[in-house]
């Protein structure tokens, strides 16, 4: 009765606006409709760390990033070994789980060190102007050095189509993967991911195969600087 209660007042709260509309909650409301009952029932096993949510013409949801916390140094540097992403859909006044994903640092790989939300790249938008939210979630992981892992999520019509990417500072390490399904997307959506990429390039946040622009012009569901 008390998640009807909280999901009725954060619903009205959505009243009289844009049929598509997107928010974070506040720490305030994530203890509100996040109590540990309702997090046990979903497996919700790490510190949240944001919960985006958002409205569209198929409903309410609210999609629920949690991170490990395993490690806070006398920095407040936060070291994450686990994470994991949940995505709620709201029914007649209760929560069902719409999909899931999770991961992990993988320390016999460049002995990875962390991982976590790259939330600056992350983005619930309608980017091909149907009326419902096209979830792109993206996350990494680091080693220290430049030689982590990339990983972009993008939720379109039920299917998860993804893009896998190896950083690394040495040009022979350097590949990236892309789902096959990613160039049936619409060109909207292609060139949001694109413009992510070239904007991690920008930020040095990623180094992408020399050429990675053709490649993907050309469709190609692989490509490093190995082929060159």
């Known amino acids: 009765m008390f998640l009807l209660i909280v999901l009725t007042c954060l619903t009205n709260s959505f009243a009289q606006q844009p049929l598509v509309t997107t928010d974070t909650l506040t720490s305030v409301q994530v203890t509100e409709l996040f109590p540990g009952t309702v997090r046990k029932s979903f497996n919700i096993n790490f510190p949240i760390y944001r919960v985006y949510r958002y409205s569209d013409k198929s409903g309410q949801y609210y999609c629920v990033l949690t991170e490990s916390r395993d490690v806070i140094t006398a920095d407040n540097d936060t070291f994450n070994y686990k ?10 006044g209760s929560l069902t789980k719409v999909w899931e994903f999770s991961d ?4 016999n790989v460049n002995d990875e060190l962390t991982i976590w939300f790259w939330t600056k790249y992350t983005d619930f938008k309608d980017f091909d ?7 792109i979630v993206i996350y990494g992981t680091s080693n220290g050095f430049r030689d982590g892992r990339i990983k972009f999520f993008i939720y ?3 299917r998860k189509i993804a893009i896998r990417h190896q950083n690394a500072s040495l040009d022979f390490v350097r590949e990236t993967q892309v789902d096959k ?27 992408f195969p020399a050429g990675w622009e053709t490649d993907m012009k050309n469709k190609k569901t692989f490509f490093s600087e190995r082929e060159q």
């Open 83 to 92: 994470i994991k992403a949940i995505n709620l859909k709201v029914n007649k």
């Open 104 to 107: 992990n640092i993988v320390k």
């Open 129 to 135: 102007n149907d009326n419902l939210i096209d979830p």
């Open 156 to 158: 379109y019509k039920g």
């Open 181 to 207: 399904g990613f160039y049936d997307l619409p060109q909207s959506i292609q060139a949001a991911i694109k413009q992510k990429m070239e904007l991690m390039t920008e930020n040095e946040h990623a180094i």
